[in-house]
């Protein structure tokens, strides 16, 4: 699924040394991770940056209806997901047979060594993790092999979840505090956010470097031609050429755009300098003459 393409002038000789990074997807919905093959994180797997299989769990049941679930233990409204079709799912990806679709059937039980090496990071998605963000997904952006395990209905077995403990690093996560039907687009939202921190996923890494989050501050606001458009102009000193007024309009922006929609992200940042203390503090008296 991953083959390198030929190299062309684009390509950086780390590519010769296979994918920086291996991403395993289990889901009862493949088709819902379609879109990563779409736009850089595709173009990532074309180039051999990045490895991406997904696996249909139902493929590790052996029953006529592909049973994935069943009623909860203790009562209560909902299906589980069953134990054991992703401990066959989870072992697949762990002894590194590739995709189910190879025609090899799944192994049952873990061959001895067969793990060598770090463990692969386990994420499983769920309201109940910890909030993911970009801190996070820097520290996962530096792993070699993320597995992303994605339930539906009311969760999966914990005692699967537990073993899973003993092989994978593991990682329960949450994309904020909102309630989804299932783990498929929380996991589509982190691997976006990871992969394109990897070295050549990214065009321009300077684009990396300069946007919201990366340091605590939101983006500050952007402007392309027409200069007039509808009758409102450009702000005037980006048209200047007065490269240090411009970065400090710049700064001053991202500044008062983050006092204003998240002042929890100032609070965190410690490495604010005069400039940029005197700035708050005029948008703040700015602020309390405008609601007077
Ligand atoms: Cl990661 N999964 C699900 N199912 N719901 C969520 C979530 C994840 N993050 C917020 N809500």
Known sequence: MSEPSPMTDNDTPTEAAGPQMSIDVVSIFPEYLAGLQLSLIGKAVDRGHLRLDV???????????????????????????????????????????????????????????????????????????QVFDQRI?????????????????????????????????????????????????????????????????????????????????LEYPIYTKPSTWRGREVPEILLSGNHAAIARWRRDRRLERTAEVRPDLLEKLNDLNKDDLAALERFESERSTVTE
């Open 137 to 217: 997904a820097e520290d996962l952006a530096g792993r070699d092999h993320l597995v992303f395990a994605c339930g539906r209905y009311e969760g999966i077995d914990q005692r699967v979840i537990d073993w899973a403990g003993e092989h994978f690093d593991l990682l329960p996560m949450s994309i904020g505090d909102y309630v989804l039907n299932g783990g498929e687009v929380a996991s589509m939202v982190m691997i976006e956010a990871v992969s394109r921190l990897i070295p050549g996923v990214i065009g321009n890494p300077e684009s990396l470097t300069e946007e919201s989050h990366e340091d605590g501050l």
């Open 55 to 129: 696996h249909d769990l139902r493929d590790f049941t052996f029953d006529r209806h592909n049973t994935v679930d069943d009623s909860p233990y203790g009562g209560g409204a909902g299906m589980v997901m069953k134990a054991e079709p992703w401990a066959l799912a989870l072992e697949h990806i762990l002894t590194g047979r590739g995709s189910a679709e190879d025609g090899d059937s799944p192994d049952r039980g873990l061959v001895d060594g067969a793990a060598a090496g770090p463990r692969p990071t386990l994420i499983v998605p769920s309201p109940a993790g």
